[in-house]
């Protein structure tokens, strides 16, 4: 049997109890390593779990699922996902590679940030479509996501922004040169999520066009939510720009224009100070 | 402390090890019971958990939320929520209400089916606003939400519709005479929902309106999502009207027009027989 696990989003106890004693069963247990970070790391759930995990990265899912799927027709594998396996990224090639070779499989949900969100009060059924933000380069400035922004904000939706992890990432030089040889991590804030945006912005606006979003309209920050530190921070796109919401993972809301009386209510908790952006003092948050 | 604790999907062995405990140590452990249930009952939970559980129902909950925060300024309080509790339903009253009395809040996430659809292959960023579909009565047959709906497809985006729950329901003539006497809970069906659409469909096509939705249009019915029985089953919205997917919950999901591949290909995996509407054979499931 292939088990796929959620992990949930915090740290090593966020495991389902049926997850637990799944893995503490299976003959091998994978923990995919590129799409997201618990606030611990693989030695700290090694230890919780009382087993050795075996990380896979993007590579190896992509081009070695044979290796991560063999013997479990006869013994059981367990592949574990922070968040939810079907959350941000499904792995949905997994299991369809599992089927075609007569594996049975089973999923154990948990938490992922497509859900967890509603913590900040804004209604989940209120979501319209989820976009990623990637870092900008000097050469590649997509813009093509903010159509979503503007969609779901004409149809008064809140849009849920996943902003982009680096990880395992070579430089050009070795790139080219062959060398594996991997910068270390990078994880959007929020603070550089906003920037590109406004600077989306500031572009439709050179071009005439009336963006579907403005320095004033109202996001939520949220970092390591589901962590006991996570810390959400509710205010304009502007303010976004310079809130401190500390260490990664952090998501970026845009809302959707209208607000129930119950999730304003919900943000009023989390709105940053009027005058926090001006001083830059981080105790008026 | 007041903990919002969700206890995810399928049975007793959802709730996250965190979660487990914090129920073990709160001085009252509340069990919402009108907006979900899980494959087991609250005996099964207490025993599970060591716990006595409170039931707590809508009426209390709405009413007497003060009983529920009692004391949790100086001891712990836990509020168990079957999904998260910022699923389906948000219990942001509760938090609200705790902190205007000045008693702090923590939230345990967990797995909602807001987020579990996603393993039927349909990808999570690509649902738009979420619907209810709610029993019609005689008297009462809304179809509000079918605009919704129609938004969704237009812009390419999956509806997750939720279906109906009736939980401790008085008849008209025991509300009338004041007596508390419950009907049996009801939790509709993919069919019945089906059913209900077809009917919005004809509906508008009797008043000259082009509806969005067909008999052809492609769903995804879900049942027990989460649970080592769960049932997943792809195929026409006719189909959904037939389908036999076992017992409660039930979840609906209306795709939203061109799928990727790679969605195609998981749905495949739940397609329904093409023959199986016809000769009402459950074997051929």
């Given amino acids: 049997m292939l088990y796929m696990i959620g992990l949930g989003l915090g740290d090593a106890k966020d495991i389902t109890v049926k997850g637990l004693e799944v893995v503490r069963r299976c003959s091998r247990v994978y923990l995919e390593a590129y799409t997201s970070i618990l606030t611990v790391g693989k030695e700290v759930l090694e230890e919780f779990y009382g087993r050795k995990l075996i990380l896979a990265d993007r590579e190896e899912v992509e081009q070695e699922a044979d290796n991560i799927l063999k013997d479990a027709d006869i013994g059981d594998v367990a592949f574990l996902v922070v968040g939810d396996p079907f959350g941000a990224t499904t792995h949905s090639d997994l299991i369809l590679r599992a089927t075609k070779l007569g594996i049975p499989y089973r999923v154990i949900h948990n938490a992922s940030i497509m859900n967890a969100v509603g913590c900040c009060g804004l209604q989940l059924y209120k979501f319209g479509e989820t976009v990623s933000i990637v870092f900008w380069t000097d050469t590649w400035r997509p813009e093509s996501f903010f159509d979503k922004v503007k969609k779901n904000r004409l149809n008064g939706m809140h849009t ?22 991997y910068e270390p991590p990078r994880y959007m804030s929020v603070n550089q999520a906003a920037q590109q945006l406004l600077e989306i912005v500031q572009n439709q606006r050179m071009r005439g066009e009336e963006p579907a979003v403005t320095e004033e309209t109202l996001c939520v920050g949220l970092a390591r939510v589901g962590a006991e530190d996570q810390k959400i921070a509710a205010g304009t796109l502007q303010q976004m720009c310079t809130v401190d919401l500390g260490g990664p993972l952090h998501s970026l809301i845009i809302t959707g224009g209208s607000l129930h009386p119950l999730e304003m209510e919900m943000l009023r908790l989390f709105s940053i100070p009027e005058d926090s952006s001006e001083s830059q003092s981080t105790d008026a948050l």
């Fill in 160 to 181: 849920l922004c996943l902003l982009d992890i680096k990880v395992k990432e070579q430089s050009l030089e070795n790139l080219i040169k062959g060398r594996k040889i």
